[in-house]
């Protein structure tokens, strides 16, 4: 059975009203967006306009979220509105609590699941040095015995599946296009940098 992701793009219109309600001209800047759930079957269009209202503490967490369209599966709205009150937005843009309507435009695309293995690294400097290591012909195997501990300089982890949209939208281009046996040049993801490369599907260990 397929199954189908759903990529988040804002729409242009913003209908909003804070707590006083006075109109609220401004969108809070969003901190965290936590991705949406993927459908359980073939979704029957490529994309949905859901209408969605959020409940925004001064924190900038939500505490509430109203959806006001169904997409015609009740589980994935369920799931797509715990999701949604995941997302947190920038404190210092909000001044008191806010109710804010938006329309958010999603896009369906088939799930999309690659075989990789990656090193994560505190600096950049450092990841630049193993990049030219591993052009030069070093294989991933050679950090493969590195322990993963929170704080090391280098993290290896093994091959596993992995979804694209586990990784943030920056990331998930170099993912999708990242050819078997090749790696990328160090990408930054929040405070670090990674270096994936993908695996043949049939094998765990070829690195």
Known sequence: ML?????LFFAGLLLSACA???PVSVFPDIDHQASLPVFASEYPEKSLALRVTFHIQEDGSVETVV?????GDEEW???AKDSLKLWTFHPETISEAIWVRRVLEIQIEEVVQV???YLKFSDSERALEVYQLLKSGASFADF???DVEEEAEIMYFSPR????????MH???HLEKLRVSKFTKPLPIEDSYYIFKRIPRNLSHSL
């Open 3 to 7: 199954r189908y992701i759903s990529l």
């Open 20 to 22: 006083s309600t006075e």
């Open 67 to 71: 959806i006001h369209n169904s997409s």
């Open 77 to 79: 709205d369920k799931a």
């Open 115 to 117: 075989h990789l293995a």
């Open 144 to 146: 493969s015995d590195i």
């Open 161 to 168: 599946f992995s979804l694209l949209t586990e990784w943030p």
């Open 171 to 173: 990331i998930r281009p």
